[in-house]
């Protein structure tokens, strides 16, 4: 038998992942080691592999089969936009993806004139303002804090998560629209989907149950 491989997106997605599997009876004693070095554990007896990876790589270790299976937030796969089975909403990590900014900015979205966007996640800005919106935007990526952006004038809004509003709250801006909810999805590689059906199928039932 093929050992099954999962990419977990390393921090607290990866600590709620195992606990949900440990509910189905999947444990890896490895990974409990707070102090090992290792990249890859493994648990021998029901043939299962699981590495860490930063969120943003996990659905290309997917996408390449490097692994089966991967746990990642619903924003990561929107914004990298591969070809994956979702086949879960594992419910946790939830927040929104939202269009924040200054109340007075509300008029500016209305009026449909073109603005500046700044956002960790150019793709699904675009998605949303030229598709959803039909509204012609300059989008600007940035990597750090987004909330500073409107602040200083480099852009009329924001695009990014928001969990409880509290950063932007203290920076005077505030939700303007709700593009969508997230949460994390389990996501399976294609072939692994038809090579592995059974077993995967058998997991998703099991974590389905306990969901």
Known sequence: MKYL?????KGRLAAKTMETLEKIGITCEEMKDKKSRKLIFVNEEKKLKFFLAKGTDVPTYV?????????VGRDTLMEEGRKLFEV???????CRMCVCGPPAAKELLKSGRQIRVASKYPNIAKDYFYNKKHQTVEIIKLNGSI?????????????????????LKENGLVIL???????ARMVVNQVSMRMENERIRELITGLNAVL
């Open 5 to 9: 491989t999962f990419a977990l997106t």
């Open 63 to 71: 996408d390449y089969g490097a692994a089966d299976i991967g746990i």
């Open 88 to 94: 879960l909403d594992l419910g946790f990590g939830a």
């Open 147 to 167: 909330e500073l952006a409107p602040i200083v004038g480099l852009s009329e809004v924001i695009v990014d998560i928001v969990e409880t509003g509290s950063t």
């Open 177 to 183: 629209e709700e593009i969508c909810p997230l949460s």
